[in-house]
């Protein structure tokens, strides 16, 4: 009788246990360092929609718990980040944020059977050169952006000298390149085609050299750091040039570096999904939280509501069910319905172009073009 109470009672642990299971999954970005600004994006994003699966009752019956990565935007880092997932055994990761970190990322989520869908990452490699059968993104391409900010450049400063930085990162120079591949199809070249690094602080040489080009128009692939850097240095040293850049600078951080001279930046990011319907009501309790929405925070809650769509739908968070259901179904998120294409890219709305007035950034309104 003895043996088989216990043995009742291990059947009841066991039981308890099944009944109150839980499924890891990861979200990863820079929680630290200069772009940390956006890995809290990233961070809100995962907690409120694993907050909000969990409220409707989870993943097949099962909770989900959050693990955060900090990849400081560092290859090494996010590799390592990757492999920390891995010992984990989560089925899912939501990151990275830069380009930089998510390809070299990605090839240890193909290695390890990891569904790896990128809230950020817009580098067209990511994608081109795809790891594996689970490598997806919800956001564009810098081809994409490219496009739109090149021929919008190409047809506002036909007569304008036009200078073209990078921050020779992943994201940085290849979202310069895009642009100028498309600025030059459109007729226009650029004046000057500069590099500069990643933690500079001081563009003075950079912007007495655009000075003496009179250039109208300051192009920059790189993140809100230099960008903003380089917008306030430049009205500070008397160059009157307009700066354009591309969704790095989509974080009220670049404001509080350039204060007033960031009056009239331009940038180019997908259509604000703060305005979709379907996303109200999430946006309205981040506000009540004191929290943002801004950028990309409802990309990762995309991310991870595709993800557990998909697994819902397959029954099981198996690599090979979840892949087939994220590659076969039209997947209902914040962002949209997501349908996703053979390389892993998302078929949503392309980029628009956005303007910063008074700390805040909206759509370029036809006046100001």
Known sequence: MKKAFLAGVALNVLLSGAAFADITIGVAGPMTGQNAAFGEQLRIGAEQAVADINKAGGVNGEQLKLSVGDDACDPKQAVAVANQFASQSVPFVAGHFCSGSSIPASQVYAEEGIVQISPASTNPDFTDKRAGEGIYRVCGRDDQQGEVAGKYIADNYKDGAVAVLDDKSAYGKGLADQTKKFMEAAGKKAAISESYTVGEKDFSSLITK?????????????????????????KEQGLDAKVMSGDAIVTDEYWAITGPAGEGTLMTFSPDPRRNPQAAPIVAELEKQGKTAEGYVLYTYAAIQAWAEAAKKAGSTDFEKVTAALNSDSLPTVIGDLKFDAKGDVTLPGYVIYEWKNGKYDYLTAEAK
């Open 210 to 234: 655009m000075k003496q080009a009179d250039v109208k128009l300051i192009y920059i692939g790189g993140y809100q750091t230099e960008a903003g850097l380089i917008a306030r240095q430049a």
